[in-house]
């Protein structure tokens, strides 16, 4: 049986391998916040370029258009801290509409999380491809609750 995202999110035990900064969350949780805000999304590449990381004290801004794998699971650390504070307040994933440009769709700019999203969700509980629901409306569900979320805050 399926679980709730929610009860999902705070069951799992994800690995978060580093201490994520709290002004590097503020930073992306108000990207996050502006593109909910006005009904949009936003690409992973916006939302962190610029952001200084500062992995191990010392200044660290990712390279959008040539991502390390150690960079890539940076990000997903991060967005797992995001989306594990804002669970219980939201009940829905804050982070669905952080998409990435390789999905992005053509017809009306629209786009959906990466495949490791999707693989986490799967493997948490949160979505099971065994339902009536596919991927694309399970997600797109999750992106509608997080446009009310912020449009209402």
């Not at 503020?26 to 200084?52: D, H, K, P």
């Not at 099971?128 to 609750?145: H, V």
Request: hydrophobic residues 35%; aromatic residues 10%.
């Amino acid at each position: 049986m399926q679980q709730s995202v929610k009860d999902a999110i705070l069951q799992s035990d994800p690995v978060i391998d580093v201490c994520c900064n709290y002004n590097v969350i503020t930073e992306l949780m108000a990207r996050i916040r502006n593109a909910g805000v006005g009904g949009g999304t936003l690409t992973y590449s916006s939302l962190v370029s610029g952001v200084n990381f500062g992995i191990h004290s010392h200044p660290h801004i990712i390279d959008t258009k040539h991502w390390s794998p150690m960079e890539q699971k940076l990000i997903g650390s991060y967005l797992m801290c995001i989306i594990r504070d804002f669970v219980m307040e939201s009940d829905c994933i804050v982070t669905s509409i952080v998409i990435s440009q390789d999905n992005v769709q053509k017809m009306q700019g629209s786009g959906l999380p990466s495949k490791h999203v999707r693989k986490w969700l799967y493997e948490m509980g949160a979505f099971s491809p065994n339902n009536n629901n596919n991927w694309e409306t399970f997600i797109w569900g999750q992106m509608n609750k997080t446009h009310q979320f912020f449009k209402n805050e």
